[in-house]
DNA sequence: AGATTTATACAGCGTTCGATGCACAAAGAT
DNA sequence: ATCTTTGTGCATCGAACGCTGTATAAATCT
């Protein structure tokens, strides 16, 4: 689809094409774009804030890019290769689903509200699904990635088969829940929220963990 | 502040001023920039869709509403005051904390999802909030209105005092909880949740409630 | 070395943005 | 009846928008 399928990275590692060399480094650029569009959204973000914080000029970036559209498009895929991990890395080994809701509720708490590292606050993606609804590269990202309900549903269900979650639980519902405090935390870290708030929140999700299993299992 | 302070009403009640009368309904006409804002946002809503959606000219417009940010101010407001009892009218009655909160969040999701009336999915404020960060008009509106955090924080601490909620709770932190699910749930509801899927989240969150308020007692 | 290919710098394209100036219309005030 | 005040319709304003045409610079290919 895209022209310049064959550069993978900004480096130049081998494979190098014709004519004049990229003066800029491309993965540079597409970070400075990145928080920049995270920062201040698809719409507020103009051509001159990008060329002026990617250090490029106009015709440069058409040429790397394609289009604003595109950029964004691949801005929102270097956010969740580059920032997903913060969210997931723990909750990935965690031994349990409940241990894993937990790790992935805290250190969502973490990142969210910029405490990790320096980063904007809230999730780019949320803030984009938002924001930007009339934009056709938000429907193809979504459509493209393993969301974090598909994820979070995955390890529910791991947990029912592992024997640390009762069958009766609806993972979907357990999972749509889960996401949801985090889709709130995020609106909650744009508002100017702190990480121990962030973190009260998750702390009172994970207080009711027990009682919400338990009450499926009444139930079921 | 504003010169035309003196017209509460768009109808032509008492008070008529001296020139030539508008010849349109204000109220219907930010009504429909309500609408507007609501299912676009800021943004992406320009003067050509609100003059066309409200059926004015835009002379009309900036002599009725002052400018663009005055007009998003004012449709905030509106919003609040014509939707708000949607997600507060039952739970204001409830005669306990659970039973307040639980009404909150049922009613959230019935009108987040559109099933309530014919309306735009998710809250205008949450949705406000994210995407015009950088307009004063949200500012100024967050700190002129009762929020939704600090009603519920009343709510709680009303329970405290009735005895339907242990002294141990952290009202603000529980508070803080049930505003982000509610917060979460605009989100999701606006990538297309519907109504069932809403109230799952919010039976969940309930399911947890008891347990959240024992671990609180234990706690402290 | 010469030809080809690509990147860069600069200026500017057509469009849309939020907001106004102007002439006229319709009401109250006298 | 006339003056004053205010709303409306139309035509625009200057600025910013996303994007591109042109000329030049820097690399590879033959």
Redesign the interface.
Known sequence: MHKDDAEQSGDLTLRRSRGRPRAFDRTAALDAATTLFWT??Y??TSISDLTEAMGIGAKSLYAAFGSKDALFTEALHHYVRKYGGLAWDRAREAPTAREAASAFLYDSAAALSGSVCDMPR?CMA??A???C??LAAVGEF?ASIETTFQRLEARLKKGVDDGDLPPSV?VA??A??V??????????A??G?DRA?LE??A???M??????V???NAEG
């Open positions: 201040n959204g719409e507020a809230g949320t803030i699904s938002l924001g609804e009339g979504a609806d519902q357990l749509r829940f996401e949801t405090v985090q889709s709130g935390m995020s609106v909650k744009r508002n929220a708030e009260g929140v702390k009172v999700a207080a009711g963990w027990d009682g919400i338990r009450a499926a």
